[in-house]
C-alpha cells in the first residue's frame, strides 16, 4: 500500500496528520478552547520557581528594586543634572519596573517551544499556547511588582490620583505587544538556536534606548529629528504613558497613544499569523 493510498484512505475516515497545521480561524478557536492549559502552566512555573529559591516570588519584586537601585546610584551620579528629571527615583522607578515586563516576556517567550520539546512531541495542542503560557506567567508577576511601585512611589512623594488608573490600559497595550513579540521570538529561537544567545544583547540595546535613566527629551531636545525617530521606540511609548498616568509633572505626548495602539495592535497580529505558519515543524526541528 502506496502513502498516497494510506492518506486517501486516512481523509476518508476523518483521520488527520498528527501536527498538521489546522485552518487558522479552528487554530485560534482551539486555542481559546484550551486557554485554561495556558493558565495552569504559568502558576506551575511561578510555583516550581517559587520551590526553588529561599525567597520565593519576593524575587520577582527584588530584583527590579535592585537593578533600579544600581541604575540609580551609578547613573545618578555619573549623568549630569541637565539630563535627568527633578524627580529622578520615581522616573527611574517607572522606567525600570515596566522595562521588566518586556524584558521578562522576551527572553522568556524565546524559550517557550525549545523548552518544552517533550511537551510539544507527545502531545496534540495549538503551540501557540507555550509562548501565550509564558506571557500570562509573566502578568502574574506584574500585579506585585505594581502594588510594591505604587508603594514605592508614594514613599517618594507622588500623590495618589485618579490618573494612576491610566496604567491599566497603557498596560494592556503592552500585553499584545509582548504577546507578539513572545511568539515571534519563539518560532525564530525553533529554527535559529542562536537567536537565544543574541536576545540579551537585544534586550540591553532596547533598554537604553527606552530612556529608563535619563530623560531622552532633555538630552535630544536640540535634535528634533532624533527625538522623532527615538519617539518611535514601542518600548519607549510604554514607559513614557505609564510616567504619564503615574508621575506628576511628567506630561506624555498624545500622540504616543497612538502609536502604542499600533505598535500593539500589528506586532500582535503579525506574530499570531507569523507563529501559526509554522505549527507543523514545531517539534520537529
Keep these: 500500500m502506496t502513502d498516497e493510498s494510506v492518506a486517501a484512505i486516512a481523509r476518508r475516515f476523518g ?48 530584583k527590579p528594586m535592585l ?20 524627580n529622578f527615583v520615581p522616573f527611574l522607578l517607572v522606567g525600570v519596573f515596566i522595562f521588566e515586563y518586556f524584558a521578562s516576556s522576551f527572553g522568556s517567550g524565546a524559550k517557550s517551544v525549545t523548552s518544552n520539546q517533550r511537551l510539544v512531541q507527545s502531545l496534540s495542542f495549538p503551540r ?7 506571557l500570562l506567567e509573566q502578568a502574574f508577576r506584574l500585579l506585585p511588582i505594581l502594588a510594591v511601585l505604587a508603594i514605592l512611589l508614594l514613599v ?5 490620583t485618579p490618573e494612576w488608573l491610566m496604567v491599566i490600559p497603557v498596560l494592556l497595550l503592552m500585553t499584545l505587544f509582548n504577546a507578539g513579540v513572545a511568539m515571534i ?19 540591553r540595546i532596547i533598554f537604553y534606548t527606552s530612556s529608563i535613566f535619563f530623560s531622552i527629551d532633555l538630552i535630544l531636545a536640540h535634535r528634533p529629528d532624533l527625538l522623532a525617530i527615538a519617539h518611535l521606540n514601542p518600548v519607549y511609548e510604554f514607559i513614557a504613558l505609564s510616567r504619564d498616568a503615574l508621575i506628576t509633572g511628567s506630561p506624555a505626548e498624545p500622540v504616543l497613544w497612538l502609536w502604542a495602539s499600533i505598535w500593539s495592535v500589528v506586532v500582535f497580529l503579525f506574530g499570531v499569523l507569523y507563529f501559526w505558519q509554522a505549527e507543523e515543524r514545531y517539534g520537529r526541528e
Design 156 to 160: 517618594f512623594n507622588e500623590p495618589l
Design 15 to 62: 483521520l488527520t496528520r498528527v501536527g498538521v497545521r489546522p485552518p487558522l480561524g479552528r487554530y485560534l478557536a482551539e486555542t481559546w478552547s484550551r486557554r485554561a492549559f495556558a493558565a495552569t502552566l504559568a502558576k506551575y512555573r511561578i510555583q516550581s520557581e517559587n520551590e526553588r529559591n529561599r525567597l520565593g516570588i519576593a524575587w520577582v519584586v527584588i
Design 67 to 86: 537593578n533600579a537601585l544600581v541604575y540609580g546610584l551609578v547613573f545618578g551620579f555619573i549623568l549630569p543634572p541637565g539630563s535627568r528629571p527633578d
Design 128 to 134: 501557540i499556547l507555550l509562548p501565550l503560557a509564558v
Design 185 to 203: 521570538a519563539a518560532r525564530l529561537s525553533v529554527h535559529i538556536r542562536d537567536i537565544q544567545q543574541v536576545i540579551p544583547f537585544v534586550t
